[in-house]
């Protein structure tokens, strides 16, 4: 299958954090989403002080009341919220800020030596946090603790990138599955967390059709092994 990321040679903030965030979109108030509320991948439950909710909030007081989730009433909400708050130079500059002091800096991503690399742990890290460098530490072989450090910056500039990433999908793809299996509520969110792992549509499809009156663990089982056979 086609590889989610290519092989790069220089990692550059700006253009890795431009890829990343097309994945976390604008607004979004999902119930099912433990994040709650959220902002561009900045969800409320966990980054309640952060200084842009102000900016959100001040934009929600001036519309309608939020409608229910899921109609078209809630969709033409969103889309005019984000027209708004797209609007808003400091806001959008606070969200820049708080990417890169909360996930870029923190997990010492501009010392690693491969671009794809770096996007591929980026993007796990602004989804996942600490788990999301932990995925790519099991893959690289180190220590599993989510604390980026020299070992991992090491092993990881040590090992074959398109290997590393596989690994690293793998690992991450099951750990989805999983979580889908114990919890039936997060099954709407595989697509487009398998999508972002480099499971292909065909695969996805797979999984969906085997999800629909939830999944066993047995099922879950059978798809591992189908992703771990990909070419």
Not at 70 to 92: D, F
Not at 122 to 140: I, K, T
Not at 184 to 196: D, E, G, V
């Amino acid at each position: 299958m086609e590889r989610l990321f290519k092989g790069g040679t220089m990692v550059d903030f700006t253009t890795v954090h431009a890829t990343v965030i097309s994945n976390e979109g604008g607004y979004a108030n999902n119930p099912a989403d433990a994040g709650g509320e959220t902002y561009k991948g900045i969800a409320r439950k966990f980054w309640p002080n952060w200084a842009g909710w102000k900016y959100v909030d001040g934009v929600k007081a001036n519309t309608i009341p939020q409608p229910v989730h899921g109609t078209t009433a809630y969709r033409r909400y969103v889309s005019h919220l984000n027209e708004c708050l797209a609007g808003l130079a400091s806001l959008q500059q606070m969200v820049l800020d708080f990417y890169r002091r909360n996930f870029w800096d923190k997990y010492r991503l501009s010392e690693i030596n491969d671009q794809s690399v770096a996007t591929w742990l980026y993007d796990h890290v602004v989804n996942g946090g600490a788990r999301g460098a932990m995925w790519l530490q099991e893959a690289a072989g180190v220590t599993a603790d989510g604390k980026v450090g020299p070992a991992t910056i090491a092993a990881i500039n040590a090992a074959d990138s398109v290997a590393l990433l596989q690994d690293a999908e793998d690992v991450v793809a099951f750990y989805r599955l999983d979580r889908a299996a114990a919890d039936p509520s997060q099954i709407q969110f595989l697509p487009s967390w398998l999508r972002r792992d480099g499971v292909s549509q065909e695969e996805i499809t797979q999984v969906m059709q085997a999800g629909r009156d939830g999944l066993t663990y047995a099922e879950v089982a059978g798809l591992k092994e189908m992703i771990k056979a990909r070419a």
